[in-house]
C-alpha cells in the first residue's frame, strides 16, 4: 500500500537553531513530493515541491526540502528557526500515475523563544 | 486573486440532516479535489472533479456523499443523512486547467462540519 510517514508527531526548536522535519515515502514509480503548512483553523498552504531535478529543492519562507531517492526521503529543513513557523507540518506524495496527493499524519512545530 | 474559497466555514448538523459544503476555486483554475480531515490526522482524498466531470472517486464514501461541479457555480460536496462519524474538516484544493501531474493544488481554508 502506498503510504507516508512522519515519525515525529512534534519537534521542538530554540528560535534560531535549525530545524528539520522528516517524511518517508512508500510510492512505486517517480511520484511528486510536496510539503504544506497549516496553522491553527486554516487551510494548508503550499511550501514547495520536487518533481524532478536538483535534489535540493528552495521553497516559502526559507524552507527548503532535500530529495533522496535511495532512502525515499523528502525531509524539510530550515538553517534558522522563527517562532512564527510554529504550525503543522504535512509531507504529501503524489503518485506519477495518478492526481490524488497521499498525505502524512503531520508534524508540530514548536519553536519556542 | 481571490485564493480558493469554501463556505461555510463553520456548519452544525443534527444526525440526520444533509450537509452542502461549496468549494469555488482559484480563477483560471477549473480542477477541483476534495480532502476529508479528521481530528489529529492527516487529509484523505476524497474526490477529483474537472468541470461537469467526476474523474476519480474512488476515496468516497459509497453511501451518503456525492459531489458535482457544473458548468456554472461552485464545486458541492453533499452528505445525506450525517452521522457523528462525518464530523471532520473538509478541504477543497484547486490545480489550473493545464494540469500536469506535477501541478500544485492550492486549499481553501477548509468547512468544519459538527455533527451533533
Known amino acids: 500500500a502506498q503510504s507516508v510517514a512522519q515519525p515525529e508527531d512534534q519537534v521542538n526548536v530554540a528560535e534560531g537553531n535549525p530545524l528539520t522535519v522528516k517524511c518517508t515515502y512508500s510510492?512505486?514509480?517517480?511520484?511528486?513530493l510536496f510539503w504544506y503548512v497549516q496553522y491553527p483553523n486554516r487551510g494548508l498552504q503550499f511550501l514547495l515541491k520536487y518533481i524532478t531535478g536538483d535534489n535540493l529543492v528552495k521553497g516559502s519562507y526559507g524552507f527548503e526540502a532535500e530529495f533522496n531517492k535511495s532512502q525515499t526521503s523528502f525531509h524539510l529543513k530550515k538553517p534558522s528557526a522563527l517562532v512564527s513557523d510554529s504550525a503543522l507540518y504535512f509531507c504529501a506524495v503524489r503518485p506519477d500515475s495518478s492526481y490524488k496527493l497521499i498525505f502524512g499524519s503531520g508534524t508540530r512545530l514548536l519553536v519556542r523563544p | 486573486n481571490a485564493g480558493v474559497m469554501q463556505n461555510p466555514r463553520h456548519l452544525v448538523r443534527r444526525r440526520g440532516q444533509e450537509a452542502r459544503l461549496r468549494c469555488s476555486p482559484m480563477?483560471?483554475?477549473?480542477?477541483v479535489y476534495w480532502y476529508r480531515q479528521l481530528p489529529e490526522e492527516g487529509l484523505k482524498f476524497m474526490v477529483y472533479?474537472?468541470?461537469?466531470?467526476?474523474?476519480?472517486e474512488s476515496g468516497m464514501p459509497k453511501e451518503r456523499f456525492s459531489a458535482e461541479f457544473p458548468k456554472e457555480g461552485p464545486s458541492i460536496l453533499r452528505i445525506q443523512q450525517v452521522v457523528r462519524g462525518d464530523s471532520a474538516a473538509y478541504f477543497c484544493?484547486?490545480?489550473?486547467?493545464?494540469?500536469?501531474?506535477?501541478?500544485?493544488?492550492?486549499f481553501g481554508p477548509g468547512t468544519r462540519l459538527t455533527v451533533l
Open positions: 480563477k483560471g483554475h477549473s480542477h
Open positions: 472533479l474537472q468541470k461537469e466531470n467526476i474523474i476519480d
Open positions: 510510492v512505486s514509480g517517480n511520484p511528486y
Open positions: 484544493a484547486s490545480s489550473p486547467s493545464d494540469s500536469g501531474i506535477g501541478d500544485t493544488q492550492y
